[in-house]
């Protein structure tokens, strides 16, 4: 592609867009910074941003011409909420609209998830890697993964190259708790098991992740889960969180075994209940597993900038 002139990225002033944007900025890129509606963060005034208030899926001339120079798209905006026809609206047309407009030899990096996995045809301590079974879009569990898996069969029909990151959790100031721990009941927190890795990536990592793929020759469609180095279980992340926060204060352990039994039981009525009590959430959330992410750091290198609970200690103190 030769030398970078200028990287878009989508979503800007999201959780995970404006981490990409400080991570750029840190490399000395130049950004031209896509946003719909969120009101700018604290890097509006950087002169090597360029920041352009654009919706992607009903502005086509405002997206071409903003693509003008840019040398790889970092595409971040999607809708995150379990609506599907937000999805088909903002996640799925927003990309086919990115795709349409970007230059033939813009790099292409497509922000994924980990939900697109199929842990239905896994088992507890499995290792989830890339090589593990994708759902089908069409029998998807939630709306949120259908929206995924259909985003990466869009990246495929369009270009022979790309990056698709499977991001895990993304955590960091402002959200350091995660739905992969239980559920809360008034103020005790029933906790679904205390074993397997949590797939959890600082949202500082996430970002160095994603410039490192934007600077980088992808080998084909090349998919790969983005993840820290150091996973915690989530007994080791809730003595953590506890120390720092001071919450969850009450929490009642459940086996995930015995938990798995009792949705198994109210399958009947499953259509009724909330997430955690389908079985498919339940596996794909709380089933214990072992995240590796061996082809994240042979593909693209990088490291963690410190320990879990370092990193964890700096979200709570609100640091980027």
């Known amino acids: 592609m030769g030398e970078m002139t200028r990287l878009m990225i989508t979503g800007a002033t999201g959780f995970v867009g404006s981490a ?13 910074a896509t946003y719909r509606k969120q009101p700018l963060p604290e ?19 405002g997206l071409a011409s903003a693509m003008e120079g840019v040398g790889a798209v970092i595409h971040a905006a999607a809708h995150l909420g379990g609506d599907a026809a937000a999805h ?20 292409i990096v497509l922000v994924s998830s980990i939900a697109v996995y199929d842990t239905m045809r896994l ?24 929206a995924k898996l259909r985003q990466e069969d869009m990246v495929r029909s369009a270009r022979p ?10 955590y960091g100031p402002g959200r350091t708790w995660n739905a992969l721990m239980g559920f809360w009941a008034s103020k005790l927190h029933v906790q679904i098991g205390q074993t397997g890795e949590l797939p959890l990536i600082h949202v500082d990592h996430l970002a160095d992740v994603l410039i ?3 600077l980088a020759e992808p080998d084909g469609i090349q998919a790969v889960n983005a993840l820290d180095d150091d996973r915690p279980s989530r007994a080791r992340f809730q003595a953590a969180h506890r120390r720092l926060t001071g919450w969850p204060k009450l929490v009642l352990p459940v ?34 597993l072992v995240y590796p992410n061996t082809a994240l750091r042979h593909a693209l290198g990088g490291k963690d900038i410190d320990s879990f609970e370092a990193m964890l200690a700096r979200s709570v103190r609100g640091a980027a």
């Not at 005034?45 to 919706?55: E, H, Q, R, S, Y």
């Not at 190259?161 to 993304?170: M, T």
Request: glycine share 8%; charged share 25%; aromatic share 6%.
């Open 20 to 32: 990409a944007v400080r991570a750029a900025r840190a490399r000395g890129l130049k950004v031209v």
């Open 88 to 107: 088909k609206a903002d996640t799925l047309r927003g990309t086919a609209a990115i795709l349409d407009a970007a230059p033939g030899t813009a790099r």
């Open 43 to 61: 890097w509006a005034g950087d002169t090597g941003i360029l920041a352009v208030k654009v919706d992607l899926a009903q502005d086509p001339a």
């Open 212 to 214: 490192r793929a934007a």
């Open 123 to 146: 088992t507890p301590g499995d290792r989830l890697d890339e090589s593990a079974p994708l759902e089908d879009p069409d029998h998807a569990r939630d709306a949120y993964t259908a």
């Open 161 to 170: 190259e790309a990056w698709l990151i499977r991001a895990g959790a993304v």
């Open 255 to 288: 086996p995930f075994g015995l938990w798995l039994g009792f949705v198994r039981l109210l399958k009947p009525v499953s259509a009724r209940l909330p997430g955690l009590f389908v079985e498919p959430i339940l596996r794909a959330r709380l089933m214990p």
